[in-house]
């Protein structure tokens, strides 16, 4: 079995809740090297996880001899910059969500993988959790007949950080670092898994605006789309609601029924149809990544195929930047 040795680039919240841990729990995979700008930080996470090497260069941990596969969990802007350079080091990368800032960062990626032969996968991690599967089967069963219409809303209330505390705004609220405001760093999720649901949306429109004045950027935003199949929805977004507003849904209305369910708070599915309504409970493995990550290292093993490739996630910048009418 051919062994994946991990360098990660990043050491942030999500490498310590949701994915860093599931890399050493797939057999055939360690994590050998870490990386963050920060030396503290670098060497807190690899004295904690007994990881052998870090670093605070990314070129260096790239070229790192052991390293054979590189995991990059930065902000956005730099998503491209790192997993070009993994690639054309020869290195496969795992790059975190969304895959880039902007759509046109996108492109540059696929084509330098096209070109190296290298794979760039993303964690859209969601595809792969028994929660959201759940729903899939449920939709391919026709238990809700023809689905006709999608409706997203999702709102939450400011975060404590949201006001400059200390003087510094968060990354996901700087536009030229995470592409957007909060919309860029969460539609995401809710964006692929419908068009793993129903095919690439093809048109999409949106109304942004500011309502809260917390911020610069967007914090309030409606849109809608049209899948490749014809089928209509639309979503709406408020990072600045009260919480008595406070949602997170997604409704897949049917001819003979339908579906809802959240995304961030895994909520029991709602199924409605004309028999009653049920509610169905899926638990999700500890580390949210877990099931992703195992299939992206059995896929550089040979072992399978994962198809959550930079390609496959592209269409969903294409949608975000369309909808804040970056183009």
Same mark, same amino acid.
């Given at each position: 079995?051919?062994?994946? !040795?991990?360098?990660?680039?990043?050491?942030? &919240?999500?490498?310590?809740?949701?994915?860093?841990?599931?890399?050493?729990? @797939?057999?055939?995979?360690? =994590?050998?090297? @870490?990386?963050?700008?920060?030396?503290?930080?670098?060497?807190?996470?690899?004295?904690? $996880? !007994?990881?052998?090497?870090?670093?605070?260069?990314?070129?260096?941990?790239?070229?790192?001899?052991?390293? /054979?596969?590189?995991?990059?969990?930065?902000?956005?802007?730099?998503?491209?910059?790192?997993?070009?350079?993994?690639? !054309?080091?020869? #290195?496969?990368?795992?790059?975190? !969500?969304? *895959?880039?800032?902007?759509?046109?960062?996108?492109?540059? =990626?696929?084509?330098?993988?096209?070109?190296?032969?290298?794979?760039?996968?993303?964690?859209?991690?969601?595809?792969?959790?028994?929660?959201? *599967?759940?729903? #899939?089967?449920?939709?391919?069963?026709?238990?809700?007949?023809?689905?006709?219409?999608?409706?997203?809303?999702?709102?939450?209330?400011?975060?404590?950080?949201?006001?400059? #505390? &200390?003087?510094?705004?968060?990354?996901?609220?700087?536009?030229?670092?995470?592409?957007?405001?909060?919309?860029?760093? *969460?539609?995401?999720?809710?964006?692929? $898994?419908?068009?793993?649901?129903?095919?690439?949306?093809?048109?999409?429109?949106?109304?942004?605006?500011?309502?809260?004045?917390?911020?610069? %950027?967007?914090?309030?935003?409606?849109?809608?789309?049209?899948?490749?199949?014809?089928?209509?929805?639309?979503?709406?977004?408020?990072?600045?609601?009260?919480?008595? %507003?406070?949602?997170?849904?997604? &409704?897949? @209305?049917?001819?003979?029924?339908?579906?809802?369910?959240?995304?961030?708070?895994?909520?029991?599915?709602?199924?409605?149809?004309?028999?009653?309504?049920?509610?169905?409970?899926?638990?999700?493995?500890?580390?949210?990544?877990?099931?992703?990550? #195992?299939?992206?290292?059995?896929?550089?093993?040979?072992?399978? =195929?994962?198809?959550?490739?930079?390609?496959?996630?592209?269409?969903? /910048?294409?949608?975000?930047?369309?909808? *804040?009418?970056?183009?």
């Amino acid at each position: 079995m051919k062994i994946i !040795k991990w360098g990660f680039i990043g050491c942030g &919240d999500v490498v310590e809740k949701k994915s860093g841990p599931a890399f050493s729990e @797939v057999d055939g995979s360690c =994590v050998v090297a @870490v990386m963050s700008r920060s030396e503290s930080r670098a060497r807190s996470y690899a004295e904690r $996880f !007994k990881v052998p090497r870090w670093y605070t260069d990314a070129q260096a941990l790239i070229d790192d001899e052991e390293v /054979n596969a590189v995991y990059i969990a930065t902000p956005p802007s730099s998503h491209a910059t790192y997993a070009i350079m993994a690639m !054309k080091a020869g #290195k496969p990368v795992y790059v975190e !969500k969304p *895959l880039a800032s902007a759509y046109e960062d996108c492109l540059r =990626v696929n084509r330098v993988s096209e070109e190296t032969g290298i794979p760039c996968f993303v964690a859209y991690y969601r595809r792969y959790l028994p929660y959201f *599967l759940k729903v #899939k089967e449920i939709l391919e069963r026709g238990v809700i007949g023809n689905v006709v219409n999608v409706q997203l809303r999702f709102a939450e209330s400011p975060r404590e950080h949201d006001y400059y #505390k &200390d003087g510094k705004l968060p990354w996901r609220l700087q536009p030229d670092v995470a592409g957007g405001g909060y919309f860029y760093d *969460l539609a995401p999720h809710q964006l692929d $898994f419908l068009q793993q649901l129903f095919g690439v949306i093809i048109e999409a429109r949106g109304l942004c605006a500011n309502r809260g004045g917390i911020y610069s %950027a967007e914090d309030s935003v409606s849109a809608c789309f049209q899948f490749e199949n014809g089928l209509p929805g639309s979503g709406s977004w408020c990072f600045v609601a009260h919480e008595s %507003a406070r949602e997170d849904r997604i &409704d897949v @209305v049917g001819e003979r029924g339908s579906v809802s369910f959240s995304v961030f708070d895994y909520q029991p599915i709602r199924l409605h149809t004309s028999y009653g309504e049920e509610s169905i409970a899926v638990p999700n493995p500890p580390y949210v990544q877990y099931p992703i990550v #195992k299939s992206v290292i059995e896929h550089l093993q040979g072992i399978s =195929v994962c198809d959550c490739t930079s390609v496959s996630a592209t269409p969903v /910048n294409w949608v975000l930047d369309r909808i *804040l009418g970056k183009f």
